[in-house]
């Protein structure tokens, strides 16, 4: 059986719901890159409305926040990507390397 692709998505939960997947970390990648959930949400053509939704599930089932958004003023506002996310970013780009080595390990045994 040659050239089977295999195909699929890893996510992350716990017991209280999905943390983690593809585009929630995109999201957390932008916010992190662009500080600010507007300009990520603009990025990835989603509403701000739809990325701060995302952004407030993920905070109410995580341990710890993963975004804390500043509001604006002097300041500008802004939102920080917590250290809590950043470890979530790099488990899932750690889980999803390992991942699509078994996808490419199983096909060559197939």
């Given at each position: 059986?040659?050239?089977?692709?295999?195909?699929?998505?890893?996510?992350?939960?716990?017991?209280?719901?999905?943390?983690?997947?593809?585009?929630?970390?995109?999201?957390l990648e932008r916010i992190r890159d662009?500080?600010?959930?507007?300009?990520?949400?603009?990025?990835?053509?989603?509403?701000?409305?739809?990325?701060?939704e995302m952004i407030k599930k993920m905070?109410?089932?995580?341990?710890?926040?993963?975004?804390?958004?500043?509001?604006?003023?002097?300041?500008?506002?802004?939102?920080?990507?917590?250290?809590?996310?950043?470890?979530?970013?790099?488990?899932?780009?750690?889980?999803?390397?390992?991942?699509?080595?078994?996808?490419?390990?199983?096909?060559?045994?197939?």
């Open positions: 059986m040659k050239n089977l692709i295999i195909k699929g998505h890893l996510s992350i939960e716990n017991e209280k719901g999905h943390l983690i997947g593809m585009g929630k970390k995109e999201l662009t500080g600010s959930i507007k300009a990520a949400a603009t990025e990835m053509q989603i509403s701000y409305r739809h990325a701060w905070n109410a089932i995580s341990e710890a926040p993963l975004v804390i958004k500043n509001t604006g003023g002097s300041s500008g506002g802004g939102s920080v990507v917590t250290k809590e996310g950043e470890e979530l970013i790099a488990c899932y780009i750690k889980l999803n390397a390992a991942f699509d080595e078994f996808k490419t390990q199983i096909c060559k045994t197939i």
